[in-house]
């Protein structure tokens, strides 16, 4: 089993930044494909980025050029940096872990909200 806890969620204005943690434990491993999905109220959950053991990284469009992932391996934890962040970005966040198509754990969530 790998337990997923997310930090960071807040209330942010238009154009500000605010950094997502998820700490990963129990039996996790490197090889693992960690990403950040997101819900917002009436909307399905929607991929934000995902990144590899090897620091290869993917992101939706909406988010490509404003948001960033890292993971660090020997912490068992993965991070989003989110910049210039819009109203539409408001939702609940998800980590993600992913040992393969059929096996994947979440986290609880954290909720981010922009707003003035």
């Known amino acids: 089993q790998v337990q997923l806890v997310e930090f960071g969620g807040a209330l942010v204005q238009p154009g500000g930044s605010l950094r997502l943690l998820c700490v990963a434990s129990?039996?996790?491993?490197?090889?693992?494909?960690m990403g950040w999905y997101r819900q917002a109220p009436g909307k399905q959950r929607e991929l934000v980025a995902t990144i590899t053991s090897s620091g290869i990284t993917n992101y939706a469009d909406s988010v490509q050029g404003r948001f960033s992932i890292s993971r660090d391996n020997a912490k068992n934890t993965v991070a989003l940096q989110m910049n210039s962040l819009k109203p539409e970005d408001t939702a609940v966040y998800y980590c993600?872990?992913?040992?393969?198509?059929?096996?994947?754990?979440w986290g609880q969530g954290t909720q981010v909200t922009v707003s003035s």
């Open positions: 129990g039996s996790i491993t490197s090889s693992y494909v």
């Open positions: 993600n872990a992913r040992a393969s198509l059929l096996l994947s754990y």
